[in-house]
Nanobody, 126 residues
């Protein structure tokens, strides 16, 4: 069974940048969409950004659209989330997710995603 492994989280100052990575391990499966979600303490898991592996269409939440960038390096089979101009509201555990079922567009809710990583914590100090 494929597992997703996130890395790159940490403690940073407001206004700085971080890049998260998501790499699969184990026996890989065909995926159609990948995404980043985040969950802050006491809040629901929310969609951050997603990418269609065929075609590369990207979708972002309004709160990160101008600051974050999702990408995938097919040669390395790795997905990234470049996060710029971080602010304390971005503090959360960030999860990598993959959807192995095809649909018309990048899902923006957690339910369609059937592979999840363990998460990497991002803390932004003011």
């Amino acid at each position: 069974q494929e597992q997703l492994v996130e890395s790159g989280g940490g403690l940073v100052q407001a206004g700085t940048s971080l890049r998260l990575s998501c790499t699969p391990s184990g026996r890989t499966v065909t995926k159609h969409f990948m995404a980043w979600f985040r969950q802050a303490p006491g809040k629901e898991r929310e969609f951050v950004a997603g990418i269609a592996l065929a075609g590369g269409r990207t979708v972002y939440s309004d709160s990160v659209k101008a600051r974050f960038s999702i990408s995938r390096d097919n040669a390395k089979n790795t997905m990234y989330l470049q996060m710029n101009n971080l602010n304390p509201d971005d503090s959360a555990v960030y999860y990598c997710a993959a959807d192995t079922l095809w649909s018309w567009d990048v899902p923006t809710t957690p339910n369609p995603y059937d592979l999840w990583g363990q998460g990497t914590r991002v803390t932004v100090a003011s």
